[in-house]
């Protein structure tokens, strides 16, 4: 337990444990932020303190401090939010400070940390400082390290951040409802020195998931794989805005997955390097070029690349099913199935049916009715038509003469003319096939038995 004599020095203690907050000592707070817009916020400089470059959170944003005796001082607030996850769906969820995920920490190797969490939820939490060195009492994890934080009470945090490096935060209290009901954050300790592992933008992001029934609102939080939306920072394509840099940039993306799976993010037009984990920084011998990097659960990855290829470039988790949005598992295949008795049976009862599947999963632009508060499996429009992708799945847009902090969305690329893929309306060479009999794909069907045929 803090002492009131040391909490109004300003100096607690790090062999104690995190500390319920008095009654004194709450008089003093640091105000609590709060951020209602799910947008991309333009990044926080320093107002004091140790300079450093700060980071973009993507759909987010980082949390203000105040200096008091030399101590970098937070005020987070754990409570029910309201999320929109793209255009046309909210959830409602819990995290920090008006969203989920809660807002980005910043700071500085060496800097002495001090925050207070206050609990607006309906039942106990804590925080879990992930990946951080610290006094083992500051841990965070009810019970073992500290009491749990009841509803209504502050408690408050102390340490040095110690090492440089990506890093997020967490509840270690109910962890499979907290965190499916989206409490986490991201957590940036910046070298103590500007110019070691600069770069000219920095993304920062968290991999979540949900499972919200069409229509609903609220995730099912026992869910343990079938996920239905796959998000990047609880926000899901078209939602999910694009990351904007200079032609020539170094950019590094920052990722952490508390997801149940893993996802290999993938970067179109560019190869980069992993530089950089929860676990600290990956040295330049050990590093090599890749396009696609697998972030397992529970893990931060950074990776860095030069921007020298303009042009709106996919960036995306590979996983088929992790680029849709209200995904069901159970839809059987229909490719090839002739419908059309069927579908005549059923258009005199529901004249608005459709068929769908038998030519493969593509919605091509067909406007189907939806629940409430229900998102498209496929939506999103690019310059050439429906991209067809949902869930994790962005561009970075890279273009020529951005000012350095110039991160507004600048449209789709104009490409250069004569350097876009068309039809071929020339001669076309004689069709072969291959050797013995071939089906014809346009003719076959498939009969109840499952047997194709003619």
Not at 72 to 83: N, Y
Not at 264 to 270: A, E, N, Q, W
Not at 300 to 316: K, Q, S, T, V, Y
């Amino acid at each position: 337990m803090t002492t009131r004599r040391a909490f109004l020095s300003g100096s607690v203690g790090t062999m104690l444990g995190a500390a319920l907050v008095s009654k004194v000592g709450a008089a003093s707070l640091p105000e609590a932020p709060l951020q209602p817009s799910a947008a991309t916020m333009p990044p926080l400089p320093p107002p004091n303190g140790r300079p450093y470059h700060p980071v973009v959170t993507l759909n987010g944003w980082s949390l203000p401090w105040r200096m008091k005796n030399g101590v970098k001082e937070f005020h987070l607030v754990a409570e029910p939010v309201v999320r929109e996850i793209a255009p046309g769906m909210k959830a409602n969820l819990w995290g920090y400070n008006g969203q989920s995920p809660g807002p980005t920490i910043e700071v500085v190797e060496g800097d002495r940390v001090r925050i207070f969490v206050t609990n607006k939820l309906p039942e106990h939490t804590s925080i879990h400082w992930h990946g951080q060195p610290l006094p083992n009492g500051m841990d965070g994890v009810t019970g073992l390290t500290q009491p749990g934080i009841a509803p209504g009470k502050t408690f408050v945090y102390e340490f040095v951040a110690q090492r440089a490096g990506t890093f997020m935060y967490h509840p270690h209290a109910d962890e499979m409802v907290q965190m499916a009901m989206g409490m986490m954050g991201s957590w940036i300790t910046h070298p103590k020195n500007p110019a070691e592992h600069a770069v000219d933008r920095d993304f920062v992001f968290l991999l979540n998931a949900y499972d919200i029934d069409p229509g609903a609102y609220t995730p099912k939080t026992s869910t343990m794989l079938e996920f239905n939306l796959w998000t990047f920072n609880s926000r899901a394509f078209p939602g999910i805005d694009p990351m904007v840099v200079r032609r020539g940039d170094r950019v590094r993306i920052r990722a952490g997955n508390l997801t149940m799976t893993n996802h290999p993010v993938h970067l179109h037009g560019h190869a980069f390097e992993v530089t950089g984990t929860d676990g600290g920084w990956v040295p330049a011998t050990a590093r090599w070029p890749e396009v696609t990097t697998d972030i397992g659960v529970g893990q931060m990855r950074a990776i860095e690349f030069n921007a020298n290829a303009p042009g709106d470039w996919a960036f995306h988790c590979h996983k088929s099913h992790h680029t849709m949005n209200a995904m069901g598992h159970q839809v059987p295949t229909m490719i090839g199935v002739d419908q059309g008795g069927v579908s005549e049976k059923i258009n005199a009862l529901l004249p608005s049916y459709m068929v769908m599947g038998d030519k493969g999963g593509a919605m091509g632009g067909m406007q189907m009715p939806l629940p409430e508060n229900t998102l498209p499996m496929m939506s999103g429009d690019g310059p050439f038509g429906g991209i067809e992708m949902g869930g994790m799945f962005t561009t970075v847009k890279v273009r020529d003469g951005l000012a350095r902090d110039d991160y507004r969305d600048p449209g789709w690329y104009r490409h250069p003319a004569g350097t876009v893929a068309q039809e071929w309306t020339g001669e076309l060479p004689p069709v072969t096939s291959a050797q013995g009999p071939q089906a014809d794909a346009s003719t076959m069907t498939v009969t109840r038995d499952g047997k194709m045929q003619h």
